[in-house]
């Protein structure tokens, strides 16, 4: 039953024959996990908490980076340093009261992914990378859950449904259906590194919504067995259709036990490889630069990233200038390289030790965001 304030707040969905009080029933018991509160998630978040879906999930470990105020726009500079998760179920709670919302402030692992997906009835994918993207589709797979995921780069966005069951109980397309095997990281960039139109995320997290609640309220043509491809740009929308392909699902874990033991990292080709790359905690680089120690710190970081840190302030050398500028980089003193992760600077010294033969880099495990949390 709805209640009178809920009668009030969502007068205009009740007008729609095709929602009405029935509808509107559904959005409030539907349980809905979002994972990601960034770009995507921002707009998808909002609307939900709008439409009077009853309970969301926020699942996100990032904290308000400056850099996020262009197209997240569910904070502003007084959220910078925040974490993501909690900031944004406060926003929503206080636009919405009538709902209830749940914070996750922790990175999604195979060992929480399917407890915490069992509690909910639609998952919502927005991130941003490929090892969560399989991991949150085999989840769903394993547990008979919906998901809604979408995804963006510089001026295009997908959006499509997977592991949708309609009323015929036919199961559609899952995210493995369309993408077998993952791409080589080396030819997806983040955004971080190319960029992102800042509106297009808003356009995408948008139709991901509506996506949730035809799902919920039952109305509607379930972009299932279909991917929206939107271009920005030239504003043109296309439709490719997909098939289930029974090849792709034999991929996907049989089992929790199977499930928990996959290492998604690593089938990505985003595993790090310790043998490989020397580290340095944060606590342990804090020490080093107060000591009598000569270092360099290389930051490879865009000029345009924030935040700036004093302490960290030496070489900086984006990334892809790497190559031009390596005589700058000192062979005789340790140096540091770090980037806002840790992920960046890892790949500029495999650059680095494999075709210039540098012996004395060491990177900055967990990045700038790992520092500032020391």
Not at 127 to 156: H, I
Not at 205 to 216: D, P, R, V, Y
Request: glycine content about 8%.
């Amino acid at each position: 039953m709805l209640s009178e304030k809920e009668i009030l707040r969502y007068s205009r969905h009740l007008l729609l024959s095709e929602i009405g009080t029935e509808g509107q029933e559904k959005l409030k018991n539907a349980r809905v996990v979002v994972i990601g509160a960034g770009g995507l998630g921002c707009p998808v978040l909002q609307y939900l908490a709008a439409a009077g879906v009853g309970r969301i999930g926020i699942v996100d470990f990032d904290v308000v980076d400056e850099t996020n105020l262009q197209r997240q726009i569910l904070f502003d500079v007084s959220d910078i340093g925040k974490s993501k998760a909690e900031t944004a179920k406060i926003k929503l709670q206080n636009q919405n009261p009538l709902i209830s919302v749940t914070s996750v402030n922790e990175k999604l692992i195979t060992q929480n992914a399917l407890s915490l997906f069992s509690e909910y009835d639609i998952i919502i994918d927005g991130t941003d990378n490929f090892s969560t993207r399989y991991m949150v589709n085999d989840a769903c797979v394993l547990l008979g859950k919906t998901l809604v995921s979408g995804s963006v780069f510089k001026f295009q966005g997908q959006v499509s449904v997977f592991n949708f069951k309609n009323k015929n109980g036919e199961i559609g397309p899952t995210y493995r259906c369309l993408f077998p095997t993952p791409p080589s990281p080396d030819d997806v960039p983040s955004c971080s590194e190319v960029g992102v139109l800042g509106v297009l995320p808003g356009i995408i997290g948008t139709l991901m919504a509506n996506e949730s609640l035809k799902i919920i309220t039952g109305i509607g043509e379930i972009l299932s067995g279909k991917l929206l491809i939107a271009d920005a740009l030239s504003m043109n929308f296309n439709t490719i259709e997909l098939k289930r392909n029974p090849a792709s699902l034999k991929l996907i874990p049989k089992s929790a036990e199977e499930f928990q033991k996959m290492d998604y990292e690593f089938f990505c080709g985003t595993k790090q490889n310790k043998s490989s790359v020397k580290e340095i905690s944060a606590p342990m680089l804090f020490d080093l630069i107060n000591s009598p120690e000569e270092i360099q710190l290389l930051d490879v970081r865009e000029p345009n990233e924030n935040p700036f840190v004093e302490k960290l302030n030496d070489l900086k050398i984006p990334l892809g200038n790497l190559e031009k500028r390596v005589k700058e980089i000192s062979r005789n003193k340790k140096v540091i390289v770090f980037c806002r992760s840790g992920i960046r600077s890892r790949k500029a010294i495999e650059l680095l030790q494999n075709k210039f033969g540098f012996e004395n880099l060491l990177n900055l495990k967990g990045g700038v965001m790992e520092w500032l949390n020391k």
